[in-house]
């Protein structure tokens, strides 16, 4: 099975500065979907960001950007201008192209301080 | 509105009972997934479904059952075989888009199962 991995327990961010959390995955395939989701103390699952593997150009969503390596196969997440709201719980997540095994990483924490 | 709806919200049971939680979606996925999350460990699969009667095992199906008697539903039971169930269990669904795009997951809002 593809496995994710983010190798950052937690991490810790000023209000209004930049933070990036990582994110490795290991898979065979040349063709497959990368995902951040934010799960806040709520415990809803919100979509972050989104890659498609088979485009280059570094996904982008307002503050959010990812840094997309497919040889390296990593997929980091930079957050620009941090904001309180921004604390929750980070997942990164895999989910190949022919099929709908979605797999999930163990978490970041992000705390961001005032 | 459409969406993904787990019930119960909270549930409890007592060791050796079986238990069942629900899932349902509105949004015409063909996919739907059953995760656990335990603190420290993140989202770990279940159970996943791609079509109607047709199921996955994830990596830690020992212990679950699921069916797929309808695209809308995916209930979990969690059985007695089940050694240590309490965890928080997330549904979610997703689809697959136009040009064969994957789409996101949506998620429910949860089910809290203790075992007492």
């Known amino acids: 099975a593809q496995t994710v991995t983010q190798s950052q327990p937690e991490m810790s961010v000023q209000e209004a500065e930049t933070v990036t959390l990582s994110c490795t995955y290991d898979?065979?395939?040349?063709?497959?979907?990368l995902f951040w989701y934010k799960q806040p103390p709520s415990r809803q699952m919100i979509l972050v960001i989104r890659q498609e593997a088979y485009k280059q150009q570094n996904a982008t969503e307002n503050r959010f950007s990812v840094n997309f390596q497919k040889a390296a196969k990593s997929f980091s997440l930079k957050i620009s201008d941090s904001q309180l709201g921004d604390a929750a719980m980070y997942f990164c997540?895999?989910?190949?192209?022919?099929?709908?095994?979605?797999?999930f990483g163990a978490g970041t924490r992000l705390t961001v301080k005032p | 509105d459409g969406g993904i709806t787990q019930s119960p919200k909270y549930l409890f049971r007592k060791e050796g009972q079986n238990v069942t939680l629900s899932c349902e979606q509105n949004l015409n996925h063909d996919a739907m997934y059953w995760y656990r999350q335990d603190p420290g460990q993140g989202l770990r699969l279940i159970y996943y479904s791609q079509i109607v009667n047709d199921f996955q095992k994830g990596d830690i199906a020992e212990g679950y059952s699921v069916s797929r008697e309808k695209k809308e539903s995916f209930p979990l039971t969690v059985t007695s075989a089940q050694k240590n169930p309490t965890a928080f269990y997330l549904c979610a669904s997703n689809s697959l888009g136009a040009g064969r795009v994957n789409t996101e997951a949506f998620f429910g809002q949860g089910t809290r199962l203790t075992v007492v």
């Open positions: 997540a895999y989910s190949p192209d022919n099929n709908n095994d979605m797999r």
């Open positions: 898979t065979s395939e040349s063709d497959y979907y």
